[in-house]
């Protein structure tokens, strides 16, 4: 039954290795670094969890300046990752991948076609019969052709737009006063994972109707504009939360300004790292 499907960090995420963990564990590599901390002072800390890896007093500076930007460049992508309701959903069928969809709809150019899953599966042809049949698999709708459909009927093909649409966004304001923002709580970043596999329950998986999406399905250009609110809610709840998270593990305090967005005093040595990263 629904309720029974919840996402349990102890069963689920085994000596810590999933997505919620990972966020965690390289939410605290960043903390370790920035604040000092020895990996015991870390883990006797009760906010502090899932943490593996190397602390700041590695003897190679090199060394250490690699595993840091590598743990900022993996919080930012498990962030995304966690958020994303596909990749919080079933094994059965791969979080979608093995679901094939045909999109019914007469504007071909608005989409990127995969040929195949990530396992290496064909998604097969485009239907010759039907001029406006094309194959995707569930997943893929997901990751990327609900974004690319808005941007290009909606942003006059500006992504640009696109998140600035985003960041316009009412759940800016009401996320603010929401506790539940620290990266480093294992219980906390489990409570995002719930969400996106909440989501992929009540919209990824199912049709407007209601219906559960099966493999062979087809779909409306409706279905990807009711699910655009969705997702644009998940990607502006993602970059919210990894800013709360880059600015606890670097150290200062976080502040609010008037319009209800994260503002953070980064050191020169937060800049540098960070447009490393940027530049990779």
């Not at 595993?67 to 919080?88: S, Y």
């Not at 998140?163 to 990266?183: E, G, H, L, R």
């Not at 294992?186 to 219906?211: M, P």
Request: proline fraction near 1%; charged fraction near 25%.
């Amino acid at each position: 039954e629904r309720k029974e499907c919840v996402f349990m960090y102890e069963r689920d995420c085994v000596e810590d290795k999933c997505a919620v963990g990972a966020i965690v564990n390289y939410t605290n590599q960043v903390a370790m670094y920035y604040q000092q901390l020895e990996v015991e002072d870390v883990v006797e800390e009760e906010e502090y969890q899932g943490v593996r890896g190397v602390s700041h007093q590695d003897n190679n500076n090199d060394d250490t300046m690699y595993h840091l930007v590598t743990a900022l460049k993996f919080l930012t992508h498990f962030m995304g990752d966690v958020h994303q309701p596909l990749h919080v959903s079933r094994t059965s069928d791969r979080g979608g991948n093995t679901i094939g969809i045909k999109i019914v709809h007469p504007h071909k150019h608005y989409y990127s076609y995969p040929v195949m899953d990530r396992y290496g599966n064909s998604l097969g042809g485009d239907d010759k019969d039907h001029p406006h049949h094309y194959s995707h698999n569930l997943h893929s709708i997901w990751d990327k052709t609900i974004i690319e459909h808005a941007i290009q009927k909606y942003y006059n093909h500006s992504m640009l737009s696109f998140q600035q649409s985003i960041t316009a966004m009412d759940i800016f304001v009401t996320q603010k006063q929401n506790a539940c923002m620290d990266a480093r709580d294992v219980t906390c970043v489990s409570t995002w994972a719930q969400e996106s596999w909440n989501d992929a329950l009540q919209y990824a998986y199912a049709t407007l109707n209601g219906k559960d999406i099966v493999n062979g399905m087809e779909i409306t250009e409706e279905y990807l504009e009711e699910r655009l609110v969705v997702v644009k809610e998940r990607l502006g709840l993602a970059g919210l939360r990894l800013a709360y998270a880059l600015e606890m593990a670097l150290g200062d305090d976080v502040m609010e300004d008037g319009g209800g967005g994260v503002l953070g005093v980064f050191d020169r040595k937060s800049l540098d790292v960070m447009q490393g990263v940027m530049k990779i």
